[in-house]
Nanobody
Framework: QVQLVESGGGLVQAGASLRLSCAAS????????AGWFRQAPGKERDFVAA????????SYAESVKGRFTISRDNAKNTVYLQMNSLKPEDTAVYSC?????????????????WGQGTQVTVSS
């Protein structure tokens, strides 16, 4: 089993930056691909970004390309999401996820472990 705990969310103004962290425990995290998803009120959960177990490959939703960066530090069992130039439409609960595979998945159904999520609110 893998336990995931997100942190770093908050209330910021448009144009600001935030860095989310996802700390993993329970089993070897370095063997697992990881991703970030978000869900706004009344909407479905959307893919944001994903990273392979080694960190060598990443993938992003079109809406965040060029603004968000996913990274990981396997020695610290942590995945990060650096979010720059935030927009009000980025407001959502952000959740990290991990899957029992080295490769990326773009859909939530491809992930086996989930954190509880952290709220990100961007005011205009």
């Amino acid at each position: 089993q893998v336990q995931l705990v997100e942190s770093g969310g908050g209330l910021v103004q448009a144009g600001a930056s935030l860095r989310l962290s996802c700390a993993a425990s329970g089993r070897t995290f370095g063997n697992l691909a990881a991703g970030w998803f978000r869900q706004a009120p009344g909407k479905e959960r959307d893919f944001v970004a994903a990273i392979t177990w080694s960190g060598s490959n990443t993938s992003y939703a079109e809406s965040v390309k060029g603004r968000f960066t996913i990274s990981r530090d396997n020695a610290k069992n942590t995945v990060y999401l650096q979010m720059n130039s935030l927009k009000p439409e980025d407001t959502a609960v952000y959740s990290c996820a991990a899957r029992r595979s080295a490769v990326i998945a773009l859909s939530a159904e491809g992930y086996d472990y989930w954190g509880q999520g952290t709220q990100v609110t961007v005011s205009s």
